[in-house]
């Protein structure tokens, strides 16, 4: 295997193109936005007009756009991936979409000669740019041991969930259902103690180091106390849109999900007083209601 396809090159994509690039992949790719593609370009990639013209010249495509109908649109719509994939290649999804909708497009696939590994990510725009993102990886075993090269080149940890389209996607939306849950007490920890007086840092050392202390809390407490709501590559909208999927899931499964639909009521406020900032500005939702902000050096 020697070029590889990104299609969607934001926080995340990006991301995966870069590492692609730095493990000696020839990489093309494809975005919507002009700035993204020139971006891409200034770091090596070579950029394509369509999705099917990135497939044409590709072992392996990296799938990374927002929702369901975007992957359908990219992977078989009248100018997709489908149309130009030489057969034995591979769709790598890692777009985070329902799981229906991913055995749906598994199931549009079947005959192609294209393989369909589904394998969404976990990591955030940290783990994209630095190429230790979590999958969570579904294909038979022969397809994923070919194209492990590929996967490793973006990712510290793949692990083989299952070996159909949407099992992939059942993980991660069990997943996201606990990192909301996580996201969303953080936000109102970090308000319970703007409105006592209790500086940030202080804040952060306790939490960091207590049995409550990982990569989702920490992250999220050090963006608030530093007060960096937006740009920060974790827009509202992809969580907002993960604890949709979660909680679609628990509705088709008849799982009742009552903390993650409190997370999935903290983001839809968020996302609506908020439209243009990351997860952590959710928090600034809640202090707004008690009139304190929990800063580093204090609560103002």
Not at 10 to 27: H, P
Not at 177 to 188: D, K, N, V, Y
Request: hydrophobic share 45%; charged share 15%; glycine share 14%.
């Amino acid at each position: 295997m020697k070029t590889i396809g990104v299609i969607g090159l934001g926080d995340m994509g990006s991301g995966l193109a870069k590492n692609l690039l730095s493990a000696g992949f020839d990489v093309v790719g494809r975005d919507l936005k002009p700035e993204r593609m020139a971006q891409f370009k200034a770091m090596g990639g070579v950029p394509k007009g369509t999705p099917g013209q990135v497939g044409a010249v590709s072992d392996a495509v990296f799938v990374m756009v927002m929702n369901g109908q975007e992957v359908h649109d990219v992977v078989l719509g009248r100018s997709g991936l489908a149309t130009t994939m030489p057969q034995g290649g591979a769709v790598i999804l890692s777009a985070t979409i329902k799981p229906s909708e991913a055995r749906a497009l598994g199931a549009e696939m079947e005959g192609s000669g294209i393989h369909l590994i589904d394998t969404p990510v976990s990591g955030g725009f940290p783990g994209a740019q630095s190429g230790k993102l979590t999958m969570m990886a579904a294909a038979a075993n022969e397809v994923l041991d070919k194209f492990a090269p590929v996967m490793e080149a973006v990712s510290a940890n793949i692990h083989r969930v299952g070996s159909a389209p949407g099992d992939g996607q059942t993980v991660k939306a069990c997943l996201q259902s606990l990192i909301g849950a996580q996201f969303s007490a953080t936000f109102e920890a970090a308000a319970l103690a703007a409105k006592a007086g209790v500086p940030g840092q202080v804040i952060l050392d306790v939490f960091s180091t207590s049995s409550a202390g990982c990569g989702v809390v920490n992250n999220a407490l050090e963006k608030i106390i530093d007060r960096q709501f937006e740009g920060t590559g974790s827009h509202i909208n992809t969580m907002h849109k993960d604890l949709t999927i979660s909680m679609n899931l628990g509705e088709e499964l008849g799982v009742p999900l009552h903390t993650a639909a409190a997370a999935m009521q903290i983001f839809h406020a968020g996302r609506t007083k908020y439209p243009d900032g990351d997860n952590w500005v959710c928090t600034r939702v809640i202090e707004e209601i008690i009139g304190a902000e929990l800063h580093r050096d204090g609560a103002k």
